[in-house]
């Protein structure tokens, strides 16, 4: 029994008065109680106390944030060897090239725990991280699944196998590839723009998704992150997709090429995709920084039509893609700054879109990542949720609010408490 109250003691917490969002769409100033890691009653008012309660008096609880495009092995490389001059991605990976040379299990390992911790205290609970399998020891894949296996009890990883160079860039990173799966990734990747040749992407294109057969992995495969608009991989992607039937289960990442596709060819391809039923990720901290680099005046914004794929229903999720590494040397890992960069980039500044841009760091990542009924703010799911300084998700975009409360299967995992400022006039 509660001495305070004499109410039996029910549920291990309960969260009072909080603006619930129990959709993208649907918020409701309810009571939440969670009991044995899961959530069991949602209510205007729940009777029972709990051995916790905290009354949020109107802060929003959101399903936790969804990273779903992370390079976790070269994050926190800022400026090793050197820093990257052009800002291009090609300059990025040269410098990666010279940076990965030097990794060890340790080296991998600290930096992505560490990029772990600040993302998890940022309202991240779910990641997926590409792993690189160029390099013949597979050490940052190795390095990232004992990571997966290391923070699962607070932190859901998802590793992609991720062919940075190419799959025939050399004779062995076909093998490469095929081994990672063996060593356990949940998803084969690929970079069909980076291959030598357009017959090689097509063929990557081809290997990835026999691949993916073979093994039953999810796919991601960074496409068209380039602003050529003769760069027509996902074309290619599209219909592996509705051929094998994989759908829902591959995901084109960046596409920013379709940023510069004529809009006859791109009319006609949307239409390819709303058959195909892909996931989409771009990356707006990333692609406004990357791509356009080639222009003089006017310069392009070198990101996907997200605005176009969202009004055809289509499933896009945002991705922050680097932390401080050699092709952006800023970022804290916060996926309100990526949904902000969102509404400005992609020119979604009505109500329904920036709420839109929450969904695609929520609900949205949550179906990229194919995580079903793990996801979600209702009962009998699992006590996965973050509390926010703030109303509503327009104004959590609008002031990058603060979460002040990350709690991970029932147990509240981290505390923030929001900074104050005095004012003496
Ligand atoms: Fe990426």
């Given at each position: 029994m509660s001495p305070a109250n004499n109410k039996p003691i029910a549920y291990?917490?309960?969260?009072?008065?909080?603006?619930?969002?129990?959709?993208?769409?649907?918020?409701?100033?309810?009571?939440?109680?969670?009991?044995?890691?899961?959530?069991?009653?949602?209510?205007?008012h729940i009777p029972e106390s709990a051995a916790q309660e905290i009354n949020l008096q109107g802060k929003l609880i959101s399903p936790p944030f969804v990273e779903s495009h992370i390079h976790l092995d070269s994050a926190l490389t800022a400026g090793e060897p050197r820093w990257n001059q052009t800002g291009t991605l090609f300059e990025g990976i040269k410098i990666w090239q010279e940076r990965k040379q030097d990794l060890t299990l340790e080296d991998i390992k600290n930096r992505a725990i560490a990029t772990l911790k600040?993302?998890?205290?940022?309202?991240?609970?779910?990641?997926?991280?590409?792993?690189?399998?160029?390099?013949?020891?597979?050490?940052?894949?190795?390095?990232?699944?004992e990571v997966r296996e290391e923070v699962k009890d607070w932190m859901t990883v998802q590793v992609v196998a991720f062919p940075q160079d190419g799959i025939y860039g050399n004779s062995q990173n076909?093998?490469?590839?095929?081994?990672?799966?063996?060593?356990?990734?949940?998803?084969?990747?690929?970079?069909?723009?980076?291959?030598?040749?357009?017959?090689?992407?097509?063929?990557?294109?081809?290997?990835?998704?026999?691949?993916a057969g073979k093994y039953d992995r999810l796919i991601d495969i960074h496409c068209d992150e380039i602003d050529d608009d003769q760069s027509r991989f996902?074309?290619?992607?599209?219909?592996?997709?509705?051929?094998?039937?994989?759908?829902?289960?591959?995901?084109?990442?960046?596409?920013?090429?379709?940023?510069?596709?004529?809009?006859?060819?791109a009319f006609k391809l949307i239409g390819l995709l709303e058959r195909a039923q892909i996931n989409f990720i771009a990356n707006p901290l990333i692609n406004i920084t990357l791509q356009g680099r080639t222009d003089t005046y006017p310069k392009r914004r070198g990101i996907t039509r997200v605005k176009e794929l969202w009004q055809q229903g289509l499933n896009v999720s945002l991705g922050h893609d680097c932390i401080q590494d050699p092709w952006y040397s800023l970022g804290t890992g916060n996926m309100l700054d990526v949904a902000h960069m969102a509404v400005h980039?992609?020119?979604?500044?009505?109500?329904?879109?920036?709420?839109?841009?929450?969904a695609m760091v929520t609900w949205n990542g949550a179906k990229t990542l194919n995580l079903g009924q793990n996801y979600g703010l209702e009962v009998g799911q699992p006590a996965n949720l973050i509390v926010l300084g703030t109303e509503n998700p327009y104004t959590a975009i609008r002031d990058r609010a603060p979460v002040e409360q990350v709690i991970s299967q029932g147990t509240v995992l981290i505390?923030?408490?929001?900074?104050?400022?005095?004012?003496?006039?």
């Open positions: 291990d917490l309960i969260l009072r008065q909080g603006n619930v969002m129990l959709s993208p769409h649907q918020i409701e100033s309810v009571d939440l109680a969670i009991k044995a890691g899961k959530i069991a009653a949602i209510s205007a600040r993302q998890a205290q940022q309202g991240i609970l779910f990641v997926r991280t590409h792993a690189d399998v160029s390099e013949s020891n597979l050490i940052a894949l190795e390095g990232l699944l076909e093998l490469l590839l095929e081994k990672a799966l063996e060593m356990g990734a949940d998803a084969v990747g690929g970079i069909p723009h980076y291959e030598f040749t357009r017959e090689d992407g097509v063929r990557s294109v081809q290997r990835i998704f026999e691949l996902l074309e290619g992607v599209a219909a592996a997709a509705i051929r094998t039937g994989m759908g829902a289960k591959v995901t084109a990442s960046h596409t920013t090429a379709l940023g510069s596709y004529n809009n006859a060819y980039v992609c020119q979604m500044t009505g109500v329904a879109e920036v709420g839109a841009c929450y505390e923030t408490v929001p900074s104050t400022t005095q004012c003496y006039w």
